[in-house]
């Protein structure tokens, strides 16, 4: 009996230890980047490693979004967790909601958002986003446009907003 309740502390601790792991590395930083900006409230968000214990790779779960939220205060808030991040390496951010991986963006991409987050052109930073969108099973999502700066643009920008949609929204739509 004592063996049984050896295993079952070592389990328990373990677990404890994994949980506090992600909460201090990760959770406690979108807590207070949701608390600290009064445009974030409404944009509900769990941070883990994958499968709690690989550090290579974040899973970044949207949980909610309020009627009062737009698509741009759920990517500000992905923006200013990237910067809260700058300084770690990551092979992949997994984009969820609800738990369902949708997305991932490469560690290097999602590092270079935080690096840029306070100096460059936010608009520059929102068009190009969907370029960097890979499908979980490796594939970009999104291509890249070429041709004249107008045309360009307006492509990005409907990429974006097919990001938004494809990520989240159909789903809050439809439930």
Known sequence: MKIVYKIITGVVVCLILILGLNYF????????????????????????????????EIKYDLRGVSDNNSTLDVTRVLLQFSEKLKDKNFDK???????????????????????????QNPIYTLRTMPENVYRIDGEQQYG????????????????????????????ILTN
Do not use: C
């Not at 590395?25 to 968000?45: C, F, K, S, T, Y």
């Not at 951010?93 to 100096?119: C, N, P, R, T, W």
């Open 25 to 56: 590395n990760l959770q406690r930083h979108m807590n207070e980047i949701l608390q600290a900006d009064p445009r974030n409230e409404g944009v509900e968000v769990w941070v883990h490693y994958s499968w709690l214990i690989n550090p290579n």
């Open 93 to 119: 951010v997994i984009l969820s909601y609800k738990g369902d991986s949708k997305f991932y963006f490469k560690g290097e991409y999602f590092k270079k958002l935080g690096e840029e987050y306070e100096f």
């Open 144 to 171: 890249t446009w070429t041709g004249g700066w107008l045309g360009v643009m307006g492509k990005q920008m409907d990429d974006l907003n097919s990001f938004a949609q494809d990520w989240y929204l159909n789903d």
